[in-house]
T-cell receptor, first 117, second 111 residues
């Protein structure tokens, strides 16, 4: 089981460039999440999805877009990269609550370290 | 969402038990307490969760007070590899199963 896979692991972008951070999970989890973590800080939720075709904003969505066309994939799109988006990005997934198991904790990917210069 | 309060940092001697406190005084019924840890810059790792009863697994024990307003994560025999930031989180009952991460407790295990 691969769990949650994120690509790329590292990326340097110039101001104004765009890119897509990839995230895929093989656990058949309905729910998926994108977080960012700035140096020395906790994680902040960017976007989340409760199923294919359904996405919603988290705490810090500005400057990002997401899509969820399949259960497995949840890409994060950065348009017009800015230095403030320099961060480590984590994707996570979880079961849908109410599935008969009480552990709805997240499985996280290993992160994408993004630098915007 | 119920907020949690944790000490920003603590040290622990290798081989000794590490007791990590967490206050969640506004927790409501049926809200679970989750603990995660993050080693260096890796993705957070699930440790344990609980509702009312004390819980134990191969990694740690979770003690929840009877009024559920606080909990303690216990690492029974801390090793150097347990050096990490530990997050106590109350899982939101709102739609989306969202977890809100606070600042956590930075635990340093010393030889």
């Amino acid at each position: 089981n691969a769990g949650v896979t994120q690509t790329p692991k590292f990326r340097i972008l110039k101001i104004g460039q765009s890119m897509t951070l990839q995230c895929t999970q093989d656990m058949n989890h309905n729910y998926m999440y994108w977080y960012r973590q700035d140096p020395g800080m906790g994680l902040k939720l960017i976007y989340y999805s409760v199923g294919a075709g359904i996405t919603d904003k988290g705490e810090v969505p500005n400057g990002y877009n997401v899509s969820r066309s399949t259960t497995e994939d949840f890409p994060l799109r950065l348009e017009l990269a800015a230095p403030s988006q320099t961060s480590v990005y984590f994707c996570a997934s979880s079961r849908r609550p109410g599935t008969g198991l009480d552990n709805y904790g997240y499985t996280f990917g290993s992160g994408t370290r993004l630098t915007v210069v | 969402d119920a907020k949690t309060t944790q000490p920003p940092s603590m040290d622990c001697a290798e081989g000794r038990a590490a007791n990590l406190p967490c206050n969640h005084s506004t927790i409501s019924g049926n809200e679970y307490v989750y603990w995660y840890r993050q080693i260096h810059s890796q993705g957070p790792q699930y440790i344990i969760h609980g509702l009312k009863n004390n819980e134990t697994n191969e990694m740690a024990s979770l003690i929840i007070t009877e009024d559920r307003k606080s909990s303690t994560l216990i690492l029974p025999h801390a090793t150097l590899r347990d050096t990490a930031v530990y997050y106590c989180i109350v899982r939101s009952k709102a739609a989306g199963n969202k977890l809100t991460f606070g600042g956590g407790t930075r635990v340093l295990v010393k030889p």
